[in-house]
Structures are given as structure tokens and as C-alpha cells.
């Protein structure tokens, strides 16, 4: 744009553990600022809206629609994207491994979204039952399982959980 | 959970594998088209028509074009300098029916809201949207026509120039003597059935980033495309330009369910786009573009007739598709389907059923998983639960009384289709089980609870699988190649795709079992026109018939050379030899073992020894053309276009609060034959995604307009798909028959599910309601509509009362 009065603000972030410096524009989404800036292309832009979910990221330990949080308004901010998941040695997290061991979605565009929900969900309720966890996935659309694997794999999440106990979800 | 139990361990094939294409989404590694980004990456942001039905005036791009940053604009009269109209995915006329001219911008005359209208493109995409609204378009706004009946009457405003109505085709299906069938009928029913105008609307929108390739003077589309060679053919056609200078290539697809079929008009515009600014060029859908694509908006006037036993000796059937502008799409063909599938899995033999398909300034179909064959379930069920409600009957023994039987396969049905096989009684009988019927019922017979009414539906479906249409790029075969290189891995390229149903893991599950090796040596490579063989794409739940009977067939054949090979170096006999997950052995001869790595490497580098019988590569490339599928006409002049006809039995239960309409799914049982399963879970995955989009499409989706023709459904706040807690946890029991002629008996699992599970939510909503006098009919039956209907009746009981 040739609005040379527009005013870009210089923002830090600390990014699936690496620190980031981004002027971000007005009207800058997070999500844009994620794929575009970061090149982190696991956000997914579903609907611009704050419907989907297929854009959740996690900002500051809480999950946010990043469609529709304003990059410009975060000079700091602590962000974990579906790339910070994985563990230190490289292998998947306990709630990666079920959402793929269980089948959990298909196409996956709304994968990345659902599984920082249901991390979310299992840190506030670690034994979620059905209803806390339509609840917990509430803000996510899936067009492709009807939910029902999804369901089953926050469940298994649930118990792997369990199993290395003391271990947090990430 | 259905039951996962296999009975063979020893092969992949029928056990719950975890897909191998799951690992990269979950870590964000899966590169979906809206990922790539190329030096020098312009974007796209199109014009669109404001109004429904107009004349373009004027356009004035002078604006647009000042802004910094902007590379080029396009109107509909400059593209079409460039471009040939689209060519028709399914074309209209090869059926009979009038094909209109569709190019990828309007050019003078603007069709429905929505339309193309112009382009511009920029550095970025917020400089292009912001120069897109700079500039100036002068509109003649026309009275539009919405209604797909009111569109037939001759004063009706005529959408498409030149034409002498808005009826795009018309079609009768019709057999043996329904005049006499309905004059000895006992009883007559009558039901209209509203089905509106709902959409598959995957979570990825559509994508497509046009890369010119300067080399060549050639193009590389990357697109969520379902059909990446027809696609290129379509694209050759429109730009003038062979198919060997264009590569069309899907990555990872985020959903598709027939949307991502093309036609589209961004296809072959962006490939324009980057021809003339010599650029990549990147066009991503918003979703408010997203829900401009329609389907199913279809009105049927049912009538069956009956004996006095609730048999069905005959079916009427007056339709009217409303499918909105043309297109070059594939969607108006649903309509076709729907009736072809006519009367569906009922043994009727006198049917008249007058198909009616209607241009109107509606935004155009596409595709969308059922494929018009969800239509024939709702309007057939509709009509049956309102037969079975007239004469007194059970809804589960109205279908049991007219279903074909199981010993009648293969079935010539009337319209000229050849059921391949089927045991539709057994399946709603063990649905019924599934769900607890007689207790339902006895809970229903205690009476409303609170003001909550509980509803009883049962519903069927016919999903005919595999499709292949005469004279189009909609074909019945596929082909696949097994390529094993020296160190042993290998890899399976198909001419099918998947927009995100596990096929690839289903297609290796088979590989690896014909091949003899470890599902971990495999790899799948699908979606790009350059490395895989002629292939049809992802449609008509045929991918794992033909992708996996393909690829079956060149395992065989590369099976065969490894043998050869081993046997050589074993120095025994073929017939000896034995090859299981990777491991060449010989019979009787304990501990003589190869490694399917030792005899791969052998066997490149023993052409002239060990080799010397084969043909190298150890590569084959095959063909699954399923036998079955039968173009020249009989003496009726019909075809039978499907291989494979799988089915599903549903049976729900719905509870209706009269007080705010809203309506709940208690319980939900689905017997299902998709033929032989290859992987349980990914099977039932389908299933249960097909059944939410039932279950959505009759209780919340809608796309709905003003009366001026503007969509007012823009964004997912007004279109309402389910989500975790609308749907129910879902009893999925298998009934299976194989199908005889596909390989082991494949049947196709994508489809099943959309309209038999709409059509029983629907019934069981209405069965709840029959002590209110309600029968619903309009779909969807949402809250507002199903307490308007009961507050109708209440008026209307009311009125009675006094009068």
C-alpha cells in the first residue's frame, strides 16, 4: 500500500522457544504473521472469522483464534504453534501420538488447531468426560470425522497422559 | 466402535493400520497448496458481482491501476481475449441438454451474485484487495429469477442470452406402466419434498498458485484439485496451449467431498494471470467465496401408489433442480444422478420419474459428496415414512415389504442400472438391533417427558460407487505404478488422489500384501500430472476400487520379476519360492533367506546373469477397468455408468422440544456395505463423516438469499455445521457383500451416509412430532422451522376446534 502514514510497531516474541523480532503492519492478523512472516505454515486460515479453529495457536499458554488477534497489539508474547509440539528429542508429544494412533482426523487441516484445544482441555481437565471434551473442542470445525475419532483420540490422549503421570501436555 | 477383529493377521489388508500420510499434519510438515510461496509471488483478488442478474456498462480499472504495488487488472472482456470458454466438466449437451458458453469473468452479462468481474494483482494480497475496491463498475440492474419452478414460466427473465427458456435439460426415467399401476392402486401419496441448497464446505478453501514456467513457456498450477489431469486437459483447452507444456500438481488437499472438482473460473485465470506478468500468481478462497458453491437445491413432487398391504406398486416423481448459473463445473450432473438411482433399493418396477434442471441467478453447483444420489434417499424416504404414517404402518416394515431381496443380484433396475449385490432387509434389521428399536419405541409409547417429544427414523440408501460417463473425463478405470528401486523401498504412484480420506494408506495396505513387504518400505505419490500416470482423480468414492485394483495388478507383476530373481539366486524352482513382508524364503527349506533388499539390488545389477528373465526396471504400470460398467445402450437405450453399488441402513432417534423447536440426536445406528474393508478404521471414519454431513444438512446448513437474489449467508456464523456436541456417538455395524466383479470385492466407501442419515433424522423429527399434527417436509428442519410448523399446527388445530 502506499500509505507512507502507516505506522508498523516492532514486536517480540518468543516463538515455539526462538526469540523473533516482526514489524508487524496494521491489520496484520497473527496468523499472517505466523505463515507469512514466520513461515510456520501449520496455522491454517479456515475462515477469517474466528469459527473454524483451524488457526488456533497458543499465546501465552492460553489458545487463541489467531485470525482474529492483531499482531500489532502484542509487543511481547510467548507463542507455541503446532511446530513446538514435538519433544526436545524429536519425537511426537502424548496427544500427537493418539490424535495419529487413533485416527483422529483425515485431512488434517484442522489438525494442527484441534490438538492445541485438546491440549488445552487436557491441562484443565486431565480425565475430560464427553461433555467437557465437546466443550473442549468447541471452538474447532471438522468437516471430515464427525467428531467421534476425534473424541476417541483426546480420550487415549487422557490415559497416555496418565501413564507417564507428572508429565504436562507439551 | 464397529468390531476391528480381522481374521488374517498375516496380511494388512482388513486391519485398522495407521495412515501413513497422519504423521505430517500433526507436527505442521503437511504442505497444503495455500503453503507454497515463489520468488517473486504475486496474489490475486478478484471483483465480484454485487447484484444477481445485470448488465455490465462500464468498467473502469484507471483507479486500481495507481496504486503502488499493483502488477496488472483484468476485466471479463480482456480475459476472454485471451481465453476459450471453459470446457464442461460433465457437458450438458452429450445428455441432451443446452450447454452454455462459461467464461472465467463475466463478459457484458452478469449471471448471479458472486460472479467474477475482475481482477487485480499485486505485490500482496492486502494491496490487491485494497486496489480491487478502487475500481469503478457501472451496473444495468436486472429482476433476477431464484425460484427454479418460477424460472420455467414463460415471462420469466431468460439468464442466459440466446436461449429460449431457462430449462437446461429435462429427462424422463421411466419404466414399464405406472398409469396402470397407480389406477389399481388402494392408496395414493402424495409428499413434496424441499430439499435446499446446502454445501460440502471443507475447512481448506480453495487454492490455486499459477507458476509460469519460462523454459518451457509452460505453466505449473499448484491447485486443490481433485482431478489433476482432467484438470490439465480443461486448462490446455482454455489457454490454447498443449497439455505436455502444463503440470498440474495437488499437494496435501484439506477436504474436498466434490468442491475441489474444476470448472472453477480461478483455474485457468490464474494460469492466465501468470502467463502475462510472467510471475507466480496466488489466488486463496475466503470462505465468504467458499459458500458462493451450491448444490442440491431440489424440489420433488413424490407420489407412490400402494395396495392395501403397503406394497409400492408404482412411483411418480415431478423434480426441479435449481442449480443456479451455468458452470462448467460438474454439479448440475447431480441432478441426473438423482434420477438415475431412482426408485433406489426398492423393488418397484412402474416408475415415471421427470427430471427438470433449471438455470436461475442463483451462485452455480459443484459437486458435493452424495452426488445427487442423497437427493433419490430423501426424496424416496420422505415419501415412504409419509405412506407408512397414512396407512398405519410400522417404518421399519413399509421398507422390509419393498426392498429388493437379497437372492434378486445383480439387479436390473429400472432405469437401466446393475446392482452388483446387496442384502438391504439384513442391513436395516441389524441396524435396528443396533440401536435397541423395540425399547425406543417403548420409551416413545410413554409420552413426552417435559415437553420433549422422542422420535423413531428409519431411513435407506443406495450410494451407486465408481461412476464412469460416457464421452466425459468422469471415466470408470484408473491406473497405478509400482516402482522398487535397488535398495528395495518402494514407491506407488497413482492416477487417483485423495483429498484427505486415507486411501494412500488403504492403496499401500494392498501393495504391500501383493508385493510381500513391510508397509514401512512404502511410499504413496499422488496429484501431480508430470510423475504419476494418466488418472482421473478423486471422485464417486471410487479411489480405493480402481487406485487400490490398479495398484494391486502392478504389485503383481513387479512381484513376479523379484521372484524370478530370487528363485535364480536361491537356484530353485519359482514355484518355491515364497516372498512374506520383505523376507524371501523356500519352501521346505528352513533358514535359506534373502532379503527383499538383497534380491532388489541383485536384480538391477544382474541383467545379464540372475535378471536375465525379466524386464527391468523393477517398475510396472496397470489398469483396474472394472467389467461391469456398461456404455452401449440396451434396447431402451440405458447405460449401467457404475461398477459398484454400496448401501447403508440408518435408524435414529430424535428428541423435539416443542417449545423452542430444537431438536437433538439421542442415538444413531448405521449398517453399512462398502463391499470388502480394507481398513476398518478408515472405513468408518467415512462413514461417520458422511453422516455428519447428513445429519448437519437436515438440521442446520442452509445458504439462503434475499429477495433480490444477494446471498445472505457469508461466513460460518450463518452457515451452521456441526460441531463435537451436535453429533452423536455413532453404532456402526458392517453388512458387507462383496461386490463380485472389483478387486476382492471393493465397493466404495466415500458417499454412503449423507442422504440416508438426513433423510432418518428427518424422519424420526417428524415421527416425534406426529401427536402435534407436524409432518415437515422443507428442509432443514431447524429450530426455527420446526417451531414454525408446530405453531402452524397449533393455529390450524386451534381453528378447527372453534369452527
Known amino acids: ?170 | 466402535m464397529a468390531d476391528h477383529s480381522t481374521t488374517d493377521d498375516t496380511r494388512y489388508v482388513g486391519q485398522a493400520v495407521r495412515t501413513i500420510e497422519g504423521r505430517a499434519p500433526i507436527v505442521g510438515a503437511a504442505r497444503y497448496t495455500n503453503d507454497f510461496v515463489f520468488p517473486g509471488q504475486l496474489y490475486a483478488h478478484i471483483v465480484r458481482s454485487p447484484h444477481a442478474a445485470a448488465r455490465i456498462r462500464r468498467i473502469d480499472s484507471s483507479g486500481a491501476l495507481k496504486v503502488s504495488g499493483v502488477v496488472r487488472v483484468l476485466d471479463g472482456a480482456e480475459a476472454a481475449a485471451h481465453l476459450k470458454p471453459i470446457t464442461h466438466y460433465i457437458d450438458p449437451a452429450v445428455f441432451g441438454g443446452k450447454s452454455a458458453e462459461v467464461r472465467v469473468m463475466a463478459v457484458d452479462d452478469v449471471w448471479c451474485y458472486g460472479q467474477p468481474v475482475a481482477v487485480v494483482v499485486a505485490e500482496d494480497k492486502r494491496t490487491a484487495r485494497f486496489a480491487a475496491q478502487r475500481i469503478q463498475i457501472v451496473y444495468d440492474v436486472l429482476e433476477p429469477v431464484l425460484d427454479a419452478e418460477a424460472a420455467t414460466a414463460p415471462d420469466a427473465h431468460i439468464v442466459v442470452p440466446g436461449w429460449d427458456s431457462n430449462i437446461m435439460m429435462q429427462a424422463p426415467f421411466r419404466n414399464g406402466d405406472p398409469d396402470a399401476a397407480f389406477a389399481k392402486a388402494a392408496h395414493v401419496v402424495k409428499t413434496s419434498v424441499d430439499i435446499h441448497r446446502f454445501s460440502t464446505q471443507p475447512i481448506e478453501t480453495r487454492c490455486y498458485n499459477a507458476v509460469w514456467e519460462h523454459d518451457i513457456e509452460g505453466v505449473t498450477l499448484y491447485a486443490t484439485a481433485q482431478n489433476p489431469h482432467p484438470l490439465r486437459h480443461v486448462l490446455s483447452e482454455v489457454l490454447g496451449m498443449p497439455e505436455s507444456k502444463i503440470r498440474v500438481h495437488a499437494p496435501v488437499i484439506g477436504g474436498a467431498f466434490g468442491m475441489k472438482m474444476h470448472g472453477h473460473p480461478e483455474e485457468a485465470l490464474m494460469c492466465l494471470l501468470a502467463k502475462l506478468t510472467g510471475r507466480p500468481v496466488k489466488w486463496t478462497e475466503t470462505r465468504e467465496e467458499c459458500l458462493l458453491i451450491g448444490a442440491r437445491e431440489q424440489r420433488h413432487h413424490m407420489e407412490l401408489a400402494l395396495d392395501a398391504d403397503g406394497v409400492i406398486l408404482g412411483l411418480r416423481d415431478r423434480y426441479f433442480a435449481n442449480v443456479g448459473a451455468p458452470s462448467a463445473c460438474p454439479g448440475w450432473g447431480m441432478a441426473f444422478l438423482t434420477g438415475l438411482t431412482m426408485p433406489g433399493p426398492y423393488a418397484v418396477r412402474d416408475i415415471d420419474v421427470q427430471m427438470t434442471v433449471v438455470i436461475t441467478n442463483k451462485p452455480s453447483w459443484n459437486a458435493a459428496r452424495g452426488y445427487g444420489k442423497e437427493s433419490t434417499a430423501l426424496a424416496l424416504e420422505l415419501a415412504i415414512e409419509d405412506a407408512a404414517r397414512q396407512l398405519g404402518m410400522d417404518a421399519a416394515e413399509i421398507r422390509l415389504k419393498n426392498f429388493i431381496r437379497a437372492e434378486q443380484f445383480p439387479y436390473n433396475s429400472p432405469t437401466g442400472l446393475i446392482y452388483d449385490s446387496g442384502d438391504y432387509s439384513g442391513a436395516v434389521l441389524k441396524a435396528m438391533h443396533a440401536i435397541g428399536y423395540e425399547g425406543w419405541k417403548a420409551r416413545q409409547a410413554e409420552g413426552p417427558k417435559d415437553g420433549k417429544y422422542i422420535g423413531i427414523g428409519v431411513a435407506f440408501e443406495l450410494t451407486p460407487e465408481g461412476g464412469a460417463l460416457p464421452g466425459t473425463m468422469v471415466a470408470g478405470y484408473d491406473s497405478s505404478s509400482v516402482r522398487v528401486a535397488p535398495d528395495g523401498s518402494v514407491r506407488i504412484l497413482t492416477g487417483v488422489t485423495t483429498p484427505g480420506t486415507g486411501n494412500p494408506t488403504g492403496i499401500a495396505q494392498i501393495v504391500a500384501d501383493e508385493l510381500g513387504v513391510t508397509m514401512d518400505a512404502i511410499e504413496v505419490t499422488q496429484g501431480d500430472t508430470t510423475t504419476c500416470p494418466y488418472g482421473f482423480g478423486n471422485y464417486s468414492g471410487r479411489s480405493t476400487i480402481v487406485g487400490g485394483g490398479s495398484a494391486a495388478l502392478a504389485a503383481q507383476q513387479v512381484r513376479a520379476k523379484v521372484v524370478t530373481v530370487a528363485a535364480a539366486l536361491f537356484d530353485v524352482p519359482e514355484a518355491d519360492v515364497e516372498l512374506h513382508r520383505g523376507v524371501f524364503s523356500v519352501k521346505g527349506q528352513q533358514g535359506r533367506t534373502l532379503t527383499f533388499k538383497e534380491v532388489c539390488y541383485a536384480a538391477y545389477t544382474g541383467a545379464y546373469s540372475v535378471a536375465h528373465g525379466i524386464t527391468l526396471p523393477l517398475e510396472a504400470t496397470a489398469t483396474f477397468k472394472p467389467s461391469n460398467i456398461r456404455h452401449t445402450p440396451d434396447e431402451n437405450g440405458r447405460i449401467n455408468p457404475y461398477p459398484s453399488y454400496s448401501n447403508a441402513a440408518y435408524v435414529t432417534v430424535c428428541e423435539v422440544d416443542v417449545e423452542t423447536g430444537k431438536t437433538k440426536v439421542l442415538a444413531f445406528a448405521a449398517a453399512h456395505d462398502c463391499g470388502r474393508v480394507i481398513n476398518p478404521v478408515l472405513v468408518e471414519g467415512q462413514a461417520c463423516g458422511a453422516i455428519s454431513f447428513g445429519v448437519g444438512g437436515a438440521m442446520f446448513e442452509a445458504i439462503a438469499f434475499d429477495s433480490s437474489g444477494r446471498q445472505l449467508t457469508r461466513s460460518f456464523m450463518d452457515y451452521v455445521m456441526p460441531r463435537s456436541e451436535d453429533l452423536p456417538a455413532v453404532k456402526m455395524v458392517h453388512h458387507d457383500s462383496p461386490n463380485p466383479v472389483t478387486y476382492m470385492g471393493l465397493k466404495g466407501a466415500g458417499e454412503a451416509g449423507v442422504g440416508g442419515s438426513a433423510a432418518a433424522v428427518v424422519n424420526a423429527i417428524n415421527n416425534a412430532l406426529i401427536p402435534l399434527g407436524v409432518s415437515l417436509n422443507t428442509l432443514p428442519l431447524s429450530a426455527p422451522n420446526v417451531w414454525g410448523a408446530i405453531q402452524a399446527a397449533r393455529k390450524r388445530g386451534q381453528r378447527e376446534a372453534a369452527e
Not at chain 1, 30 to 38: N, P, T, Y
Not at chain 1, 111 to 130: C, F, K, N, R
Not at chain 1, 146 to 153: D, K
Open chain 1, 1 to 170: 500500500m502506499d500509505d507512507l502514514l502507516v505506522q508498523s510497531v516492532l514486536v517480540q516474541w518468543r516463538v515455539n522457544g526462538k526469540l523473533h523480532e516482526i514489524e508487524a503492519m496494521p491489520g496484520m492478523s497473527l496468523l499472517d504473521a505466523v505463515r507469512e512472516q514466520l513461515g510456520l505454515t501449520g496455522t491454517h486460515m479456515g475462515c477469517q472469522t474466528g469459527h473454524c479453529g483451524a488457526c488456533t495457536v497458543m499465546l501465552d499458554g492460553r489458545i487463541v483464534k489467531s485470525c482474529l488477534t492483531q499482531a500489532a497489539t502484542l509487543p511481547r508474547a510467548e507463542i507455541v504453534t503446532i511446530e513446538g509440539l514435538k519433544r526436545a528429542d524429536g519425537t511426537l508429544n502424548p496427544v500427537q501420538q493418539a490424535f495419529w494412533d487413533e485416527a483422529g482426523f483425515q485431512c488434517g487441516y484442522c489438525a494442527p488447531g484441534m490438538l492445541l484445544s485438546a491440549m488445552e482441555l487436557l491441562a484443565e481437565h486431565p480425565e475430560p468426560t464427553d461433555a467437557q471434551i465437546d466443550t473442549g473442542l468447541a471452538g474447532n470445525l471438522c468437516r471430515c470425522t464427525g467428531y467421534r475419532s476425534l473424541v476417541r483420540a483426546v480420550k487415549a490422549a487422557a490415559r497416555k497422559l496418565q501413564d507417564t503421570s507428572g508429565q504436562t501436555p507439551g
